[in-house]
């Protein structure tokens, strides 16, 4: 079973930055790909960003130019570096890994930015 665990929620201003972490209790090289999602209040949750084992990244519209994506395979981690954040991208922000059709979920952690 995989398990993942996320770090790095705060309380922040607007205009800030954050970085979440999330490691894997497996060699995140397995997977086919690794990804962060947020699920704000009464809203579904949705893609911010995702890493392929290959490296190649994709964005939410909403998080281009702002948030970054990356992986360190010795750590088994994977990371996501936020900057100018909003009021809006207050959410529990979750990791996911990909494996074998299968997707497996961390528990989250929780983003929140004051205006």
């Known amino acids: 079973q995989v398990q993942l665990v996320e770090s790095g929620g705060d309380l922040v201003q607007a205009g800030g930055s954050l970085r979440l972490s999330c490691a894997a209790s497996?060699?995140?090289?397995?997977?086919?790909?690794m990804a962060w999602h947020r699920q704000a209040p009464g809203r579904q949750r949705e893609l911010v960003a995702a890493?392929?084992?290959?490296?190649?990244?994709n964005f939410a519209d909403s998080v281009k130019g702002r948030f970054t994506i990356s992986r360190d395979n010795a750590k088994n981690t994977v990371y996501l570096q936020m900057n100018s954040l909003s009021p809006e991208d207050t959410a529990v922000y979750y990791c996911?890994?990909?494996?074998?059709?299968?997707?497996?979920w961390g528990q989250g952690t929780q983003v929140t930015v004051s205006s």
């Open positions: 890493i392929t084992q290959s490296g190649t990244t």
């Open positions: 996911a890994s990909y494996y074998l059709g299968i997707t497996y």
């Open positions: 497996e060699n995140i090289f397995i997977f086919n790909a």
